[in-house]
């Protein structure tokens, strides 16, 4: 099966700051992967060039078939998002968003958008403005989730949360990716989540991918707790070294 | 709900507050100014632009920097229809808003008027001229808001940009008068403006802010866009400018306006033109005067001076009223922008020692003329002068100077015989005068007495120049006389060459505009059955045609009595022969 985002020598640098050296990456379909890496490393970059909201400077990217640069529209048809932070006027409410992102979604599942909405209390009426972090987080996955995209992209959708909030998020995450069968692309930082609900992992190091794969193979058979717990080791070893 | 209304609507709800704000204060704006209005300007038009005007300023530039200024471009450009859906409903809101706020502020001046019982004027068509401009202006101001970070930097940025892009247009206009615009013209132009600031507008949105372009990124596609789309308009008026600024003796439109030729009468200065044709209907206008110095010899032409600058009635004159050489000049003057200059008439080159200014039309020894300070001689009256006095700046003809009495009679003097009322002309000769009246009958007036008697020609005689002699030349029945007014004899004049045509008139072939045209030796205009110049002989009782050069011919000047140089279909210096069909083409060549 081909890949829904196959990346192949990824290069790009904001002036003479080069933040992706040749990144090699392919999410295959149905699978939730984690990308790790310190501040600075990239991963927002890639989720940019993922959207064609950036221009890589070469290599290749195809986002569920498409080149984000070339055919922008199709890519983001395809793609739902959650930035790190709510990025909607503040005088929207939840339901004005859904409403809005409705007309630009084919697949858009409008029943699915109100009880997702409803799953993670979305509270419809108020502007976002108005909303928690959190709630702001919650709505702006529900809108992600309702365009049933093929792709997900979420960029640090657990930043900021409280722990009650972050679990709320999380395994409605978990629930929804295993129930639609999407393919993820997370960028966290909360790694003790992420081991939770992501079955591949690829850690992004010197604006290189340096490993990828199903979590058993680049971290080894470990215990949920055990595996955190190097996740967590390797975070804090800068730079980064995989163990053997 | 389609996507260009979910945009639409998102707009409406940006937008929203400062639309009903608008809406509110706009009443209280234009109370206001009708209250404040002691000259009566404010009408529907004035409320329309000033409401136009809020739109843009509170609506119509802060549509995009408020973007920017929400950190909201990013979430617009990563939806799926991207920036340019966007960009489409906001370009919708802004004509909205402006020609909404536009309706809304004539119609509160038209309610406030009607309820101060005062009349509404209703818009003209005059008015509605400006709309477009205004649109094409308020067009750019929309464009150059994505150009600079804060909305109230919008408007001066776009009037800068304005100025900029039509700088080609105001240069060329502004300096040339004659080349006015013709109707399509400034319309073309406000489209091509208008349909630029839209594109311009959508490069500077689209192109400019994807990949989270900053507000530098987002003018530089906007110009990228609007200067190709504006260089045709530039390259038009370019080419209009250069039409202007150039002349071409062997251009179509090639015209000359005015002829001087120096005392050798090997050179000539020559007041060039080009005629820009005329529209359907109407004849065609002059561009402006090129000042050219001709060789006559060779051919060879050069430009004297800036464009505008023009060879002027000279100064000084060596003819004395009697000269053989009519219309030869000793100096002719530039009138330059820049400032006047003398040229001289023998070598063509500006004179290096300057003479005071004197009036180009005040004869030399005007003084022994027996002329009072502040009269000046505008031309002949017969063998006197026309006599001028200066009234607030500008010359009105005062009287006439008789100079074989050495008097000068005013216009005043002559009222008092009522049969003089509206005279149409008067010729001044040693004798009595001759005076056509107002019935186009002439008649011999006695200066000294003031004693008016007819001369019994026929009602449709026509009088024409006066020899040095007195008498004046008479076309009746097809055929030209020399008339004696003191005896009433006439003298059958015939062509030298046997012609026998039917004359219909002959007059003076003098006009040049010099002030002291010579009357001898009379060259004339014959027009009828044959239109030319004739060398009159006197004498000999015949008219002497040349005939190389027929219709509209011009006399020059006169070389020698054998040869005339004229201006031919005001495009060519000619000489001709008289007594011959010898012509010879001097310019161009």
């Not at chain 1, 569920?64 to 409410?93: C, H, L, Q």
């Not at chain 2, 094409?136 to 600079?148: E, H, I, Q, Y």
């Not at chain 2, 150039?246 to 200065?269: M, T």
């Not at chain 2, 001076?305 to 002027?312: L, M, P, Q, S, T």
Request: aromatic fraction near 10%.
């Amino acid at each position: 099966m081909h890949p829904v985002l196959h990346a192949e020598g990824l290069e790009k640098a904001y002036g003479k700051k080069t933040v992706l050296c040749g990144v090699d990456l392919a999410l295959p379909p149905g699978t939730c992967t984690v990308l790790l890496g310190p501040n600075g490393a990239g991963k927002s970059t890639l989720l940019r060039l993922a959207l064609g909201l950036a221009k890589p400077d070469s290599g290749k990217l195809s986002v569920t078939g498409f080149d984000p640069v070339r055919r922008p529209s199709r890519v983001r048809a395809r793609v739902g998002f959650v930035p790190d932070r709510p990025d909607v006027y503040g005088w929207m409410t939840p339901r004005e968003l859904f409403r809005f992102l409705q007309p630009q979604y084919p697949l858009w599942d409008r029943p699915y958008c109100e009880r997702t909405a409803a799953r993670f209390g979305v509270r419809l009426d108020t502007p976002f403005r108005d909303l928690s972090r959190g709630e702001g987080t919650k709505a702006m996955l529900t809108a992600a989730l309702a365009a049933r995209p093929p792709l997900l992209l979420l960029d640090e959708p657990f930043g900021g949360l409280d722990p009650r909030v972050r679990e709320e998020v999380a395994s409605g995450l978990r629930d929804e990716l295993e129930r639609g069968g999407c393919t993820a692309l997370v960028v966290t930082h909360d790694l003790e989540l992420a081991a939770d609900f992501a079955d591949r992992v690829a850690l992004l190091a010197d604006g290189r991918i340096a490993a990828e794969g199903r979590f058993a193979d680049v971290l080894g058979e470990r215990a949920p707790a055990e595996r955190r717990a190097l996740l967590r080791r390797l975070f804090d070893d800068v730079p980064w070294s995989i163990p053997a | 709900m389609s996507v260009a209304r979910a945009y639409l609507w998102k707009e409406w709800r940006d937008q929203r507050s400062a639309l009903l704000g608008l809406a509110a204060v706009l009443p209280f704006l234009a109370g206001g100014a009708l209250a404040m209005d002691p000259g009566g300007w404010v009408d529907p038009w004035t409320g329309a632009a000033a409401g136009a005007f809020a739109a843009l300023l509170v609506v119509g530039t802060d549509l995009v920097p408020g973007e920017r200024r929400r950190a909201r471009m990013g979430f617009l450009e990563r939806l799926p229809a991207g920036l340019g859906a966007a960009f489409t409903a906001k370009l919708v809101m802004f004509l909205a808003s402006v020609l909404g706020a536009a309706a809304y502020g004539a119609a509160l001046v038209a309610l406030a008027l009607v309820v101060r019982g005062e009349p509404v004027i209703a818009p003209d068509v005059h008015t509605a001229r400006f709309l477009l401009p205004g649109l094409a202006c308020a067009l750019w101001a929309f464009a150059v808001s994505g150009w600079v970070p804060r909305s109230t930097l919008a408007f001066p940025t776009a009037l800068v940009c304005i100025a900029l892009l039509c700088w080609p247009g105001w240069l060329f206009y502004g300096r040339f008068p004659a080349f006015d615009p013709l109707p399509w013209e400034p319309w073309a132009f406000l489209g091509v403006c208008t349909a630029g600031a839209c594109a311009s507008a959508w490069a500077s949105f689209v192109l400019g802010c994807r990949f989270s372009g900053g507000t530098g990124r987002a003018a530089r596609r906007g110009l990228l866009i609007a200067l190709p789309l504006l260089a045709p308009a530039w390259a038009w008026a370019g080419l209009r400018l250069y039409s202007a600024t150039s002349i071409d003796p062997a251009a179509e439109d090639f015209y000359i306006q005015d002829c001087y030729v120096g005392l050798r009468a090997d050179r000539a200065f020559v007041n060039a033109r080009r005629m820009r044709a005329g529209r359907p209907g109407r004849s065609g206008t002059a561009g402006p005067s090129h000042p050219l110095v001709v060789e006559l010899e060779s051919g060879a032409w050069r430009e004297a001076g800036e464009v505008e600058a023009y060879f002027a009635r000279p100064a000084t004159h060596p003819a004395d009223g009697r000269s053989e050489r009519p219309a030869l000049f000793e100096r002719v003057w530039l009138r330059a922008p820049g400032g006047d200059v003398e040229y001289d008439g023998l070598t063509g080159e500006p004179v290096t020692v300057a003479r005071p200014a004197q009036p180009g039309i005040a004869p030399p020894g005007a003084a022994e003329l027996g002329l009072a300070r502040g009269l000046f001689v505008l031309g002949w009256a017969g063998l006197g002068y026309r006599v001028a006095a200066a009234e607030d700046g500008r010359l009105r003809t005062s009287g006439v100077f008789d100079p074989f009495r050495e008097r000068y009679v005013a216009l005043e003097e002559l009222a008092a015989l009522p049969e003089l009322a509206g005279f149409r002309d008067l010729w001044v000769r040693d004798g009595a005068w001759l005076v056509r009246l107002g019935d186009g009958s002439w008649s011999a007036l006695d200066p000294d007495r003031l004693a008016l008697e007819p001369l019994g020609l026929p009602a449709h005689a026509r009088l024409g120049p006066l020899t040095a002699g007195g008498r004046a030349l008479l076309v009746h029945g097809g055929e030209p006389y020399l008339f004696d007014a003191d005896t009433g004899a006439r003298e059958v004049l015939r062509f030298s060459d046997g012609f026998a045509g039917n004359v219909r008139r002959v007059s003076p072939a003098y006009r040049n505009g010099a002030p002291l045209e010579s009357y001898w030796p009379p060259v004339l205009d014959v027009s009828g059955d044959w239109n030319g110049i004739a060398r009159l002989d006197e004498h000999a009782s015949l008219l002497v045609r040349a005939t190389g050069r027929e219709g509209d011919v011009r006399l020059l000047a006169c070389p020698d009595s054998d040869s005339a140089l004229v201006l031919c279909a005001r495009r060519e210096i000619v000489r001709l022969r008289f007594g011959s069909a010898e012509h010879e083409v001097l310019f161009p060549r």
